[in-house]
């Protein structure tokens, strides 16, 4: 993970929010992702997201687990506070920061290896008790930091790096999110700026879960078997004292297309998915409806972006389900938290 910080240095005809501060104040460290990586531009459309609210730095929390995807949280809002879990473990320090301290803005960045594997049991625990915070799936269907293996999210007939093909079928997000009851469920393209910002703006102003799939490709495991370009047959071709990689330069994928259309959009590799913005006329407060459109335009290889489905009624919410407290626990006085014998003797009789 980088820690070298971006200069802070702006012109001083940048524009600035509400606060006064610029987008350049709503950066963070260096990227070390590849060149061309979806997932900066997933970055890029939080800062923009973060500095069009005006969020003050200091409120917002970041959370992460392991991954590619979560490198991210170095790369946007640099004051503001993080966590990097362990494995697929994010969701639960999300869910006990969230409980201890209600008054923070609370993101979670996170890969389809991340959430859809070892870390599916704490997404779905997170959904089910509708934790109040936005996450965020960079979603490229493969394992970036161990070599490109098939992730979760890998469909039927995915050829791999080294020319495997995948026969499992994939967990989609978005499914299993309608299934568990999220409040908000969306998806997106890392290249489309237009649509994923005010997404992400719209899940972290909602109150409760909010999920974003982001169709976020990689640029160096897209690559596949039979190309001259592949590490694969360069390693075999040339002879180096040291061996060591180099990710070539690619560009980012991006697109403009309008409502109710689809368009085929080309990855590095050649191959091609299919992304349908959804209409205007779509509701999307029917979870019934949105699953059975999201299901059917699957089987046509079609990723339907855009807000999927919201529940706007608060009833589930984690902290009203919960009675938390109104104040951060690091604000009360031990006094309170620790009422003393007496009080502890009578709850502990509603159990005996």
């Known amino acids: 993970m980088s820690y070298i910080n971006k200069p802070k240095v702006a012109h001083p005809s940048l524009p600035v929010n509400t606060l006064g501060m610029t987008r350049r104040q709503y950066e963070g460290s260096m990227s070390t992702l590849c060149a061309g ?21 200091e409120q917002l929390v970041k959370l992460s687990g392991i991954g590619c995807s979560s490198k991210t949280t170095a790369y946007f809002v640099g004051g503001s506070h993080g966590f990097n879990s362990v494995h697929g473990r994010m969701p639960s320090i999300a869910s006990g920061a969230n409980a201890a301290n209600r008054r923070l803005t609370y993101v979670g960045v996170s890969g389809d290896g991340d959430s859809l594997s070892i870390g599916i049991g704490q997404l779905v625990h997170a959904i089910r ?36 093909v995948n026969s499992s079928p994939p967990i989609d997000p978005v499914l299993l999110a309608l299934t568990l009851g999220a409040t908000f469920v969306a998806r997106s393209f890392s290249g489309d700026k237009a649509q994923l910002v005010p997404l992400i703006q719209a899940g972290l102003r909602h109150n409760g879960f909010a999920l974003i799939d982001v169709l976020s490709p990689c640029v160096t495991f897209n690559d596949h078997e039979g190309s001259t370009k592949s590490y694969t047959y360069t390693r075999e071709h040339y002879h180096a004292a040291v061996e060591t990689d180099f990710v070539p330069l690619a560009q980012e994928i991006a697109m403009d297309y309008a409502a109710g259309e689809s368009m085929p959009v080309s990855l590095h590799d050649g191959s091609q998915v299919i992304l349908r913005k959804l209409d205007p006329s779509y509701d999307p407060t029917d ?66």
């Open 287 to 352: 979870r019934t409806a949105a699953y059975n459109y999201i299901g059917n335009k699957l089987k046509n290889n079609e990723y339907v972006t855009g807000l999927i489905h919201i529940d706007e009624s608060d009833s589930t919410e984690f902290h009203n389900l919960n009675h938390t407290a109104e104040a951060p626990l690091n604000s009360i006085p031990f006094a309170k938290l620790s009422p003393g014998r007496a009080a502890l003797d009578k709850l502990m009789g509603r159990y005996r």
């Open 37 to 57: 990586c979806g997932h900066d531009s997933v970055t890029a459309s939080i800062i923009e997201a973060c500095w069009g609210l005006s969020m003050r730095p």
């Open 129 to 164: 008790r509708n934790v109040n915070m936005l996450y965020l799936i960079e979603n490229n269907g493969v394992y970036g930091l161990t070599k490109g293996q098939f992730s979760a999210s890998a469909d039927i007939g995915t050829k791999a790096k080294r020319g495997d």
